[in-house]
């Protein structure tokens, strides 16, 4: 059965870092993309971050770029969102996704599968 499973969240500092994991059992992911979405209170759900099954490919919401780094270990099931320099504007929700197919354009994308999402605050 399909199943993504976050963690990582929590309270940190604005300047600080945090790493989220995401562990992914199940054939169904077995070449899927994977990636991050994050929802902040009172927005819309924006994209972060993806990387293909290969790990040959990465995309950035223009937000986070230069600050955050999503990779993927396959032997592990899991793919990690690195977050450095965190601003208070990056507090969010954060959703693990995966999805069988690329996007060119993540923001307007509805993946497949979703976590559960995990809360990261960051204060100023």
């Known amino acids: 059965q399909a199943q993504l499973v976050e963690s990582g969240g929590g309270l940190v500092q604005a300047g600080g870092s945090l790493r989220l994991s995401c562990v992914y059992s199940?054939?169904?992911?077995?070449?899927?993309?994977m990636g991050w979405f994050r929802q902040a209170p009172g927005k819309e759900r924006e994209f972060v971050a993806a990387?293909?099954?290969?790990?040959?490919?990465?995309s950035y919401a223009d937000s986070v770029k230069g600050r955050f780094t999503v990779s993927r270990d396959n032997a592990k099931s899991t793919v990690y969102l690195q977050m450095n320099t965190l601003k208070p504007e990056d507090t969010a929700v954060y959703y693990c996704?995966?999805?069988?197919?690329?996007?060119?354009?993540?923001?307007?994308?509805?993946?497949?599968?979703w976590g559960q999402g995990t809360q990261v605050t960051v204060s100023s």
């Open positions: 199940g054939r169904t992911f077995s070449r899927y993309h």
């Open positions: 990387i293909s099954w290969s790990r040959t490919t990465t």
């Open positions: 996704v995966a999805d069988p197919s690329w996007a060119a354009h993540w923001g307007t994308r509805n993946p497949t599968y």
